[in-house]
């Protein structure tokens, strides 16, 4: 009896002891984020609004707000203009709807955006420069220590950049491998399996971006592009786009890239404001979080045959890969395409 009593005079104490701290939660006002680019390709052009929003203990991220009710403009340096339209299917995203508003190389370009309550924000010109074509893609089936996936294809390119100008490039990538089931009989009482493979998209997650200091007039070997995974024997196909950039964009990039790969550790360096090229017409000190970009991209695709490229090795991994019952769009996707892609040799 006197250890009961003692033990609760001890949790009494210890609960006495633990007092609710309050910590107050700095909130700063909405700011309008803006994410757009004008290319050399076909239009339409798409531009990405919304309010940085607040951050909740309930939430893991600040929740941003789509803004519909925006006047959007863009035009060039020679007095052509078009206006983006609100897209009702994808709140928050406009798109230019003239579609002889053409990107240009040598261009510069200009956003403006109206806001609901009359404040208007304008992008700083952003003169398109070149791009030179890409060379070769190619890709090196490679051993990892991830236990999930421990094969996967890194994909590299080649290319040659020019020595007559400072070169400023971002890579993006997205690769088709398939994923099998077990399928469903052709048709009643067929003993064949259709939809047993279905072609699943990835797309490249790193901000992959060159400044041509170190390589100018030289030629850049072996930039690896993207990793894709591989779950069955057969073909991986890839689209990789190179974009040039202006030094403005690619400074705004950098340093978004150091502030992604910040650790929370006291060897970080210390966190800057990522400042775009976007700012309130009215007042400069009001500037918009986000970067209105104009770049001329180029395209190369490349099919990977698969089994020629890798041992005896991966199909053990391969055996013991789930597959899942019935028609493939079942697990991965009604959309899911069950035939390869076309557009690669």
Excluded at 193 to 203: G, H, M, P, S
Excluded at 216 to 236: A, E, K
Aim: proline letters at 7%; glycine letters at 6%; one cysteine or more.
């Amino acid at each position: 009896m006197k250890r009961l009593i003692l033990f609760w005079m001890i949790v009494g104490v210890a609960s006495a002891c633990i007092d609710r701290v309050s910590l107050p939660i700095r909130n700063e006002a909405p700011r309008l984020v803006v994410d757009g680019l004008i290319t050399n390709e076909k239009p339409p052009y798409s531009v990405r609004l919304s309010y940085s929003g607040s951050f909740s203990f309930d939430q893991e991220t600040p929740q941003d707000q789509k803004i519909t009710n925006a006047t959007v403009t863009l035009k060039d340096d020679v007095g052509h203009s078009t206006s983006l339209a609100h897209n009702i299917f994808n709140p928050g995203y406009y798109q230019t709807t003239d579609s002889s508003f053409v990107g240009q190389p040598g261009r510069s370009y200009t956003l403006t955006i109206r806001l609901a309550d009359g404040k208007t924000y304008v992008s700083a010109p952003e003169k398109m420069p070149a791009v030179p074509p890409i060379d070769s893609v190619y890709a090196k089936f490679t051993a990892t220590e991830s236990v999930t996936l421990p094969y996967q294809y890194y994909f590299y390119l080649d290319a040659t950049d020019p020595a007559t100008q400072q070169n400023y490039y971002r890579w993006t990538a997205y690769t088709y491998t398939a994923r099998r089931s077990t399928g469903i009989p052709c048709c009643l009482g067929c003993p064949g399996k259709c939809y047993d493979r279905c072609w699943l998209q990835y797309f490249s997650q790193d901000i992959n971006i060159l400044s041509d200091n170190g390589v100018n007039g030289n030629r850049l070997r072996q930039r690896q592009v993207m990793r894709s995974p591989i779950y069955t024997p057969g073909p991986t196909l890839i689209e990789v786009q190179q974009y040039s950039m202006t030094p403005t964009a690619y400074q705004f990039w950098k340093l978004f890239k150091e502030q992604q790969s910040r650790t929370g550790t006291i060897f970080d360096p210390l966190p800057a404001s990522v400042i775009g090229n976007i700012s309130n017409s009215s007042d400069s000190k009001d500037q918009a979080l986000g970067y209105f970009g104009a770049s001329a991209v180029v395209r190369k695709r490349f099919r990977e045959r698969g089994d020629d490229t890798y041992g005896t090795a991966i199909y053990g991994f391969i055996s013991t890969v789930l597959v899942p019952e019935g028609d493939c769009r079942w697990t991965y996707g009604l959309m899911t395409p069950v035939v390869e892609p076309p557009g690669w040799l």
